[in-house]
T-cell receptor
Framework: DAGVIQSPRHEVTEMGQEVTLRCKPISGHNSLFWYRQTMMRGLELLIYFNNNVPIDDSGMPEDRFSAKMPNASFSTLKIQPSEPRDSAVYFC?????????????????FGDGTRLSIL | RKEVEQDPGPFNVPEGATVAFNCTYSNSASQSFFWYRQDCRKEPKLLMSVYSSGNEDGRFTAQLNRASQYISLLIRDSKLSDSATYLCVVIRLSGGSYIPTFGRGTSLIVHP
């Protein structure tokens, strides 16, 4: 079975440029998560979608960051304009969250990540 | 206090040793718990879920202590291949949504 697929694997760009990261979740999963990982801050949750709807975006650093999930099989994370401090590994993860009233005991599955360097 | 805390280590142990890590969490409404393993420059991979009754998978045992708000991971008979960073994740219910929070991870180095 295909896992979570992220692209690109690596991105190097100059500050000020727009960066778009892409994610295809595991088929059948209804929740998608974007994370950023750095040495200083560890793995931080940026935004979480459930059934394509953004549920919690409190982790999005600032207005330069935006995320969309137009359908159940695709999501993007955009940074515009990019800055050197945005350099990090960005992971996408998906899971199957149980219905309302119950609680989820389903783990997240991660993509390989995008290593982003802003010069 | 951070929502999820782990000792960063590194824990440096010889092959065959038994090693244990703890992960404390501050929100008593936390509902689901997992351990992940992350190798250098790789993505986190699920190691095991953590249940109230405790669970075991080969050399790995996970425990949950709700009263003291921590989870633990025990690795017996350590192998060189166990060298990695171990991340705990705590999922809490907030406003009808399930919010995961990862710890910073504990580094384990198993040497010959």
């Amino acid at each position: 079975d295909a896992g979570v697929i992220q692209s690109p694997r690596h991105e190097v760009t100059e500050m000020g440029q727009e960066v778009t990261l892409r994610c295809k979740p595991i088929s059948g999963h209804n929740s998608l998560f974007w994370y950023r990982q750095t040495m200083m801050r560890g793995l931080e949750l940026l935004i979480y979608f459930n059934n394509n709807v953004p549920i919690d975006d409190s982790g999005m650093p600032e207005d330069r960051f935006s995320a969309k999930m137009p359908n159940a099989s695709f999501s993007t994370l955009k940074i515009q304009p990019s800055e050197p401090r945005d350099s990090a590994v960005y992971f996408c993860a998906s899971s199957l969250v149980q219905g309302a009233g119950g609680y989820s005991n389903q783990p997240q599955h991660f993509g390989d990540g995008t290593r982003l360097s802003i010069l | 206090r951070k929502e999820v805390e782990q000792d960063p280590g590194p824990f440096n142990v010889p092959e065959g040793a038994t090693v244990a890590f703890n992960c404390t969490y501050s929100n008593s409404a936390s509902q689901s718990f997992f351990w992940y393993r992350q190798d250098c420059r790789k993505e986190p991979k699920l190691l095991m879920s953590v249940y109230s009754s405790g669970n075991e998978d080969g050399r790995f045992t996970a425990q949950l202590n709700r009263a003291s708000q921590y989870i633990s991971l025990l690795i017996r008979d350590s192998k060189l291949s166990d060298s990695a960073t171990y991340l705990c994740v705590v999922i809490r219910l907030s406003g009808g949504s399930y919010i995961p929070t990862f710890g910073r991870g504990t580094s384990l180095i198993v040497h010959p």
